[in-house]
């Protein structure tokens, strides 16, 4: 059976459990895991470089001999034997034995590497020989903690992006820009030229990867990063300040050929032993609408267990005003209130707790000219729970009962 064969019985299978019993029947051996291998391994490149022309037939066609020329191409890369100026015409010969259909779908595509099955990679590395498994896609999700000691006494605090959004990776590498979601899937669905085309301009031999969100046509950059690092083990040579310059610059040449969907992810630099900067950095982000934040570290480094703490408040309480904490006259919340304190029950234990986020300007003056309306009045409340001290982490006031 051809590996076009194969991909085609799989695409017909309805059931991801069809899909396994059969690919567990194809022999070790088969020239399908051979070449799927080469033509799913993105970031791996073949040691030649060549531009694919179009399939040409002379009329006399051997169908029957392409698969060889195939294997010979890619075994003769991988061991030095096919001499790059013999590539392009051992390439140029097995367009002319394919049949237009195995080119289009399985020849081309893993030469170029842009072979896509009908299951996912890790259901091919479930089947495929070790040796031939397909790297997995070296994406890194910062690894939420809880213990706060562990953060770094300078950091950098940035809104928490959720909802609808696809966190993309565009790649630039091999001297061709080529974007992927998460999960290892290729993706193709942005096309703006003109930011391609900045990535590809006064790069050569430049090879790195920036990382964003999009939301139907809007884009938030929000890491950049050495690719050579980033596929081999997360680490990279730039701290995180110097990162997010790079993005500025890229928001500011967008905004000059007036693209204004494209921009670098606010940021706000805070230290540990500054709880002031925290908060007010935190709120800055809740009164934008985010739902949360993400604190990150400023050394270097992309994949370490504390380079990224998610701060995500979703529990929800319900506690009584119990005090008003005045502003201070040199603060800017002067001639309103700072703090709501308020206590309740969490898991039968009880707290009191002071809360800051979640206030505008207005509601901290309007509650400090009605405070005997507020003390004793209920509010509902969102945050992390309870920190060791027996106060809220991060509470947010969501509304008053």
Same mark, same amino acid.
């Given at each position: ?162 909802? @609808? ?57 929000? @890491? ?8 081999? @083990? ?36 805070? !230290? ?31 994949? !370490? ?83 060791? @001290? ?12």
């Amino acid at each position: 059976m051809t590996p076009l064969q194969i991909i085609r019985k799989l695409a017909d299978y309805r059931s991801l459990t069809a899909q396994k019993r059969f690919l567990s029947k194809i022999p070790a051996d088969s020239t399908f895991w051979f070449e799927a291998h080469h033509g799913l391994s993105h970031f791996t490149p073949y040691p030649y470089r060549f531009v694919m022309q179009e399939q040409k037939h002379t009329g006399q066609v051997d169908y029957e001999s392409a698969p060889k020329v195939l294997t010979m191409i890619l075994e003769g890369m991988l061991d030095g034997s096919l001499r790059e100026m013999d590539f392009g015409k051992a390439v140029y010969a097995l367009s002319v034995r394919a049949r237009p259909d195995e080119w289009e779908a399985w020849y081309e595509p893993v030469l170029t590497k842009r072979l896509r099955l009908p299951i996912t990679n890790e259901v091919f590395n479930e089947y495929a020989p070790e040796h031939l498994r397909v790297p997995a896609f070296p994406v890194i999700y910062g690894i939420p903690i809880t213990e706060m000691q562990a953060m770094p006494q300078d950091f950098y605090m940035e809104p928490l992006i959720t909802g @609808d959004y696809e966190r993309i990776f565009w790649f630039l590498h091999n001297d061709e820009v080529r974007s992927f979601l998460a999960d290892g899937t290729e993706w193709d669905h942005f096309t703006n030229k003109l930011f391609y085309d900045l990535l590809m301009t006064g790069s050569e031999d430049a090879s790195f990867v920036i990382e964003g969100f999009m939301e139907e046509n809007s884009i938030t950059l929000t @890491d950049i990063n050495d690719v050579t690092m980033f596929l081999a @083990d997360g680490r990279n040579p730039m701290p995180l300040n110097q990162r997010y310059q790079a993005l500025e610059g890229i928001q500011q040449i967008m905004e000059r050929h007036e693209v204004n969907n494209i921009w670098c992810t606010e940021y706000h630099p805070c !230290r540990l032993d500054s709880a002031k900067t925290t908060r007010e950095a935190f709120n800055t982000i809740i009164q934008q609408g985010y739902e949360g934040a993400v604190m990150r570290h400023n050394e270097p480094g992309y994949g !370490r267990d504390a380079t990224r703490v998610v701060v995500h408040p979703t529990k929800k309480s319900v506690l009584t005003c119990t005090k008003l904490l005045n502003a201070k006259d040199d603060t800017k919340y002067a001639g309103g209130v700072e703090y709501v304190v308020g206590k309740g029950t969490i898991n039968r234990q009880k707290f009191e707790s002071p809360v800051f986020s979640g206030l505008t300007f207005d509601d901290r003056m309007t509650i400090l000219q009605e405070r005997e309306r507020y003390l004793g009045r209920k509010f509902e409340v969102l945050s992390c729970g309870l920190g060791p @001290d027996g106060k809220l982490v991060f509470p947010i006031i969501k509304k008053w009962r």
